[in-house]
């Protein structure tokens, strides 16, 4: 069987999953065809196809909106019999209902035809300007509560991924090799 890896990460958390499974799939000496990004322009057709060629695709995304980002969205829809385990983070998070809302969302973009044997996601850091745009929006509605639940999962998201989240992606990977 050979395993491919295709992820899509804006500020590094997904890449650290890609790498997390890249490293597990490596110690336990599978054939891993290619790991590319999505978003590296030099990621090719070609490199593309070898991806879609493999037996099993391990495909990462980061979370836009409640779903993953358009290209990986394109790619995911012209995929025909694969075996696919899908892996992504979310800023907002922490909580596994949401995590699976998500997943369930991103799954449907995959014709009938694939089997999906796994997924895995965890809480992901975010970019300052997203406190920032917190903490402004709390100064123009200071008696709004919501801002200070979002400031939290901000600073509690901070951290992810975390030495536990990447032992449990690597625990989930090692089950279903």
């Not at 899509?8 to 597990?24: D, M, R, V, W, Y």
């Not at 075996?83 to 998500?102: P, R, V, W």
């Not at 009938?112 to 903490?135: D, H, L, W």
């Not at 709390?138 to 200070?148: E, M």
Request: hydrophobic content about 35%.
């Amino acid at each position: 069987m050979t395993y491919s890896i295709l992820y899509s990460s804006k500020s590094g958390n997904t890449k650290q999953l890609a790498e997390t499974i890249h490293s597990t799939l490596l110690e336990n000496k599978k054939e891993i065809t290619g790991c590319f990004s999505i978003n590296d322009s030099a990621t090719t057709q070609e490199q593309l196809e070898i991806i879609s060629n493999a037996s099993c695709i391990f495909i990462g995304f980061w979370t836009d909106k409640g779903i993953c980002e358009e290209a990986l969205q394109k790619f995911l829809q012209t995929l025909e019999q694969k075996t696919i385990f899908l892996f992504g983070t979310a800023g907002f998070g922490g909580d596994d209902s949401y995590f699976d809302t998500i997943l369930k969302r991103v799954s449907a973009l995959c014709p009938t035809s694939n089997t999906i044997i796994g997924s895995f996601m965890c809480q992901g850091k975010m970019p300052p300007a997203v406190r920032n745009r917190y903490e402004q929006m709390k100064a123009q509605n200071p008696t709004d509560g919501k801002w200070d639940t979002m400031i939290a999962n901000f600073d509690s998201a901070s951290s992810h991924p975390d030495t536990d989240d990447l032992n449990r992606l690597k625990e989930q990977i090692v089950s279903i090799l």
